[in-house]
């Protein structure tokens, strides 16, 4: 497949930087490829490997850097429309209440991913407020996308929409590199 000389310009709202698991397979990997195809990130995420090694290693969260991401988060409603495409990592403000969180939807185009954890965390709770946000987000994403069928299944079965199936990446040559080390 040739590169396209189109240059899509797409925000990507993750989760955690690149040794965040759920981000790096769902997200990270497949940016290489997509930019060698025209398209062109902007990634902005929450929580950054230094926190996040803190937290595995059940330390202190740092929730000063964690607040000044949220507020980072924030300033970008102001400047979505220099977007594409907004993809968002399961939630823009993770335990923020559905008011909040919809002004990231209804301008520049949506798409929402979510993997096996986050679907499997609302399924035993219909009637709470976190899936009633889970269910809205499903809805107000001008595209949804999980990681295999089951996935799909599950969100129609929860919401009524079916999402699409995009497999997980797995950069197999990084995991070769740190092996060789």
């Known amino acids: 497949m040739e590169p396209s000389a189109t240059v899509l310009n797409v925000l990507l709202l993750a989760r955690y930087g690149v040794n965040g698991a759920s981000s790096r397979v769902r997200h990270y990997s497949y940016i290489p490829h ?11 995420y929450l929580i950054d490997d230094d926190s996040l090694a803190l937290f595995y290693a059940g330390r202190q969260r740092r929730w000063g850097r964690i607040a000044a991401a949220y507020a980072r988060r924030l300033t970008r409603l102001r400047n979505l429309s220099q ?8 939630e823009a403000l993770p335990g923020s209440p559905w008011m909040l969180e919809r ?11 979510y993997d ?25 994403a001008d595209s949804v996308t999980v ?25 197999i040559d990084m995991y070769r590199k740190a092996a060789d080390r």
């Open 34 to 44: 997509l930019e060698a195809h025209g398209i062109r990130f902007t990634v902005d």
């Open 83 to 90: 977007f594409d495409v907004v993809w968002i990592e399961k």
């Open 103 to 113: 002004l990231f939807y209804g301008g520049t185009p949506t798409l929402v991913d």
């Open 116 to 140: 096996d954890f986050w679907v499997a965390r609302h399924q035993d709770m219909p009637k709470s407020g976190e899936v009633k946000k889970f269910r809205n987000l499903i809805r107000a």
């Open 147 to 171: 990681a295999n069928r089951f996935l799909a299944a599950s969100i129609h079965k929860l919401s009524g929409r079916l999402p699409d199936v995009l497999p997980n990446a797995i950069d």
